[in-house]
């Protein structure tokens, strides 16, 4: 996945990265893509993309590849929250800036 390594790149552009989330969203939708984030190591970059650094557009597009890809899926949701112990407080603050943008 190509959209892995331009949201890993530091020197891509927002326009970029928020290019390779929405391809990212599509990809993962079926739920053995989404279980194939991790084997590709996808789920870094994205949870990365939540934190309060990053602009709001690219914090939305993560949360939302990651909510799509964890939807009905027990074991990817286990390994996020595993891996990402802060995750759901991350979600919450992206979930609360984007109320405060509306």
Do not use: R, W
């Amino acid at each position: 996945m190509d959209a892995i390594a331009v949201l890993s790149d530091a020197g891509a552009s927002t326009a970029d990265k928020a290019a390779a989330l929405t391809e990212l969203q599509v990809l993962v939708e079926p739920i053995d893509n989404a279980n194939d984030l991790k084997v590709l190591g996808g789920l870094a970059p994205l949870v990365s993309l939540l934190s309060a650094d990053q602009p709001p557009e690219l914090q939305e597009g993560a949360a939302y590849v990651l909510g799509t890809a964890a939807s009905n899926n027990d074991k990817l949701v286990d390994v996020l929250l595993k891996e990402h112990p802060g995750l759901l407080q991350q979600l919450l603050q992206v979930g609360m800036s984007c109320v405060k943008h509306a």
